[in-house]
């Protein structure tokens, strides 16, 4: 079993930067992936930035040069790094991550994905 907890949400006026963190409880294997998921109100979830089980990196068009995505393994710690943040950055932000394959922590897997955190709000205001 997994439990994740992200933290690191906020309000912020366009432009600004916010980090969000990930803390993964319980034992991952290397094969999990770990991932960012972002819903706005009204919208379907979306997958915003993954690391892949062999450590790549892969971002949603959206967020691409704006967002990175990093790991501190000795933590067990996701993170998120948001930079020129826009008003439609604004939504719910989740942590997942899955030992079953890559797809599950990006894209349209998003509603078999086995772990979740809970959500860290982001709101961007112009």
């Known amino acids: 079993q997994v439990q994740l907890v992200e933290s690191g949400g906020g309000s912020v006026q366009t432009g600004g930067s916010l980090r969000l963190s990930c803390a993964a409880f319980?034992?991952?294997?290397?094969?999990?992936?770990m991932g960012w998921f972002r819903q706005a109100p009204g919208k379907e979830r979306e997958g915003v930035a993954v690391?892949?089980?062999?450590?790549?990196?892969s971002y949603a068009d959206s967020v691409k040069g704006r967002f990175t995505i990093s790991q501190d393994n000795a933590k067990n710690t996701l993170y998120l790094q948001m930079n020129s943040l826009k008003p439609e950055d604004t939504a719910m932000y989740y942590c997942?991550?899955?030992?079953?394959?890559?797809?599950?922590?990006?894209?349209?897997?998003?509603?078999?994905?086995?772990?979740w955190g809970q959500g860290t709000q982001v709101t961007v205001s112009s």
């Open positions: 319980g034992y991952m294997y290397s094969s999990y992936c």
């Open positions: 690391i892949a089980s062999d450590g790549s990196r």
């Open positions: 997942a991550a899955d030992p079953r394959g890559d797809k599950y922590c990006s894209g349209d897997y998003w509603r078999k994905t086995l772990y």
